[in-house]
C-alpha cells in the first residue's frame, strides 16, 4: 500500500504534522513495479476553522510525501496553494 501525506511548512493553526491524505492498495510481485496516481483535490489542503464555521485553507508551499508508511518515504515533492 502505498501512501500520500501533506505537510504543510508554516500552518496558520496547529495540524498535525503529517495528514494522510489519500492512498492507493498496490500489489506487486518481486521485481516488478506499477504506476499510481493519488489525486489531491483542493480539500486536501483544508481544514475546518470553528471559529468561522467553514472549511479554509492556507495559502504557501506544501511537501508532498508518498511511501509504504510514514517512516518509509520514498517520493518527495512540493506543491503551492495560491
Not at 521485481?31 to 483535490?41: F, H, W
Not at 511537501?63 to 503551492?80: F, H, K, M, P, S
Request: hydrophobic residues 35%.
Amino acid at each position: 500500500m502505498e501512501g500520500l501525506t501533506r505537510e504543510k511548512c508554516s500552518p496558520a493553526v496547529p495540524r498535525p504534522a503529517k495528514e494522510l491524505k489519500g492512498f492507493s492498495k498496490v500489489e506487486l510481485k518481486p521485481g516488478e513495479s506499477k504506476q499510481v496516481a493519488v489525486t489531491l483535490n483542493p480539500r486536501s489542503f483544508s481544514y475546518y476553522d470553528v471559529a468561522s464555521h467553514q472549511w479554509k485553507a492556507d495559502a504557501g508551499t506544501y511537501d508532498i510525501l508518498v511511501g509504504r508508511n510514514v517512516e518509509q518515504i520514498e517520493l518527495r515533492g512540493t506543491a503551492e496553494l495560491k
